[in-house]
């Protein structure tokens, strides 16, 4: 998975709750994004980051927020989670302009119950 | 906003015959599209990037064509396997930020033995 991990892999938390995930990537790349995964939408984004503290919204970002303090952390916290955001959540990294693909990390199944 | 359409009915083909996924896509044309490979419980796998000057572009097996005319990418896989089973997902850059990428729906192909 190209040097990046998400965790934690699997949560079960209750509505109400903050919930905080975490990708870590060492490939030093500046781009780095957090999408959501749901069936009948396919993957959608939520934040990304272009830098360190850079970041900037994505399709679906309302009731998430993310940090990037180092180039190999971004965090995705969901102040209060609720039941709409039970999802997949996929980290991706990437490096324009040398290369546009994005590298994905193996994922992290939320359930908010 | 940029519309991603891929086949949402699973593909299936016998083994050893050629597997064609279709990505059509609405508004503008793209200066490039991507295609990814996903797993079951796996994050999306980059495999295949043409630019809106390419053609058609080759990897083994794999072959993708990029008619901006029609506002279509066909993704071929000659001499398909088993372990070609699997979510084929398109992927373009929205108009205006090419570092980011919305992702269709993905097709489901199995080969069957």
């Known amino acids: 998975d190209a040097g990046i991990t998400q965790s934690p892999r699997h949560k079960v938390t209750e509505t109400g709750t903050p919930v905080t995930l975490r990708c870590h990537q060492t490939?030093?790349?500046?781009?780095m994004y957090w999408y959501r995964q749901d069936p009948g939408h396919g993957l959608r984004l939520i934040h990304y980051s272009y830098g360190v503290k850079d970041t900037d919204k994505g399709e679906v970002s309302d009731g998430y927020s993310v940090s990037r303090s180092k180039t190999e952390d971004f965090l995705l916290t969901l102040e209060s989670a609720t039941s709409s955001q039970t999802s997949v959540y996929f980290c991706?990294?990437?490096?324009?302009?040398?290369?546009?693909?994005?590298?994905f990390g193996p994922g992290t199944r939320l359930t908010v119950t | 906003s940029q519309k991603i359409e891929q086949n949402s009915e699973a593909l299936n083909i016998q083994e050893g015959k050629t597997a064609t996924l279709t990505c059509n896509y609405t508004?503008?044309?793209?200066?490039?599209l991507q295609w990814y490979r996903q797993d079951p419980g796996r994050g999306p796998v980059f495999l295949l990037l043409?630019?809106?000057?390419?053609k058609e572009k080759r990897k083994e097996r794999l072959k993708v064509t990029f008619d901006t005319t029609l506002k279509q990418s066909l993704f071929h896989i000659t001499a398909s396997q088993p372990a070609d089973s699997a979510t084929y997902l398109c992927?373009?850059?929205?108009?205006?930020?090419?570092?980011?990428?919305?992702f269709g729906g993905g097709t489901r192909l199995m080969v069957k033995p």
């Open positions: 508004n503008y044309s793209p200066a490039y």
């Open positions: 992927a373009l850059p929205p108009k205006d930020a090419g570092n980011m990428l919305t």
């Open positions: 043409i630019r809106e000057n390419e």
């Open positions: 991706a990294i990437s490096e324009p302009p040398q290369t546009y693909e994005q590298y």
């Open positions: 490939e030093n790349h500046r781009y």
